[in-house]
């Protein structure tokens, strides 16, 4: 059984600039919820898609967007990078909507 | 809105005794989810342990339980015969449990530092 799965690890980009991250989910799971991680905090919740439709959004500009595929993988998409952008973004995985939560290991967003 | 405080950034403890970590939260919900989590450097959120509002009874995993004070929103974990491999950032969570509660609300953490 694989796990959560993230790429790129580590990312770098120009403020203005347009970034797409991606999620690999948990053999078996059908929802998959992103959660932005500034340096020194907990993470804050994006967003969360469910059997490929967006299911609650954190309180995130619309710049953050977000795809769920057949299946299962997803992909976080910010357009218009701003410096506080920078962060880790984490994925979660689960069974259901309110079930376990698995993470990736993360990838980590540079803008400069 | 549902808000989690770990008033303790830092702590640190000597290899194979025991450390006490605080959280605290609010929520007006009576049903509900409380979650321990392991940060270590690798950056992948670990669960420890997870807590139902609903159970009287503390959980316990292993070296790890927890001290579930409902009335006064209190969670802290206690960590016994602490190892080096537990030094790591720690995060408090709650979640609701009713549908639509998705998302997880974490504390600011707490690092835990591990002494030989």
């Known amino acids: 059984e694989t796990g959560v799965t993230q790429s790129p690890t580590h990312l770098i980009k120009t403020r203005g600039q347009q970034v797409t991250l991606r999620c690999s989910s948990q053999?078996?799971?059908?929802?998959v919820s992103w959660y932005q991680q500034a340096l020194g905090q907990g993470p804050q919740f994006i967003f969360q898609?469910?059997?490929?439709?967006?299911?609650g959004r954190g309180n995130f500009p619309p710049r953050f967007s977000g795809l769920q595929f057949p299946n299962y993988s997803s992909e976080l998409n910010v357009n218009a990078l701003e410096l506080d952008d920078s962060a880790l973004y984490l994925c979660?995985?689960?069974?259901?909507?309110?079930?376990?939560?698995?993470f990736g290991q993360g990838t980590r967003l540079t803008v400069v | 809105a549902q808000t989690v405080t770990q008033s303790q950034p830092e702590m640190s403890v000597q290899e194979a005794e025991t450390v006490t970590l605080s959280c605290t939260y609010d929520?007006?919900?009576?049903?509900?989810?409380l979650f321990w989590y392991k940060q270590p450097p690798s950056r992948q959120m670990i669960l420890v342990i997870r807590?139902?509002?609903?159970?009287?009874q503390n959980a316990t995993e292993n070296r790890f339980s927890v001290n579930f004070q409902k009335a006064a929103k209190s969670f802290s974990l206690k960590i016994s015969d602490s190892q080096l491999g537990d030094a790591a950032m720690y995060f408090c969570?709650?979640?609701?449990?009713?549908?639509?509660?998705?998302?997880?609300?974490f504390g600011q953490g707490t690092r835990l530092t591990i002494n030989p």
């Open positions: 979660a995985s689960s069974l259901e909507t309110n079930t376990e939560a698995f």
């Open positions: 053999s078996g799971h059908n929802t």
């Open positions: 898609y469910y059997r490929e439709e967006e299911n």
């Open positions: 929520t007006s919900e009576s049903d509900y989810y």
């Open positions: 807590q139902e509002a609903y159970k009287q």
């Open positions: 969570a709650y979640r609701g449990r009713f549908q639509g509660a998705q998302k997880l609300v």
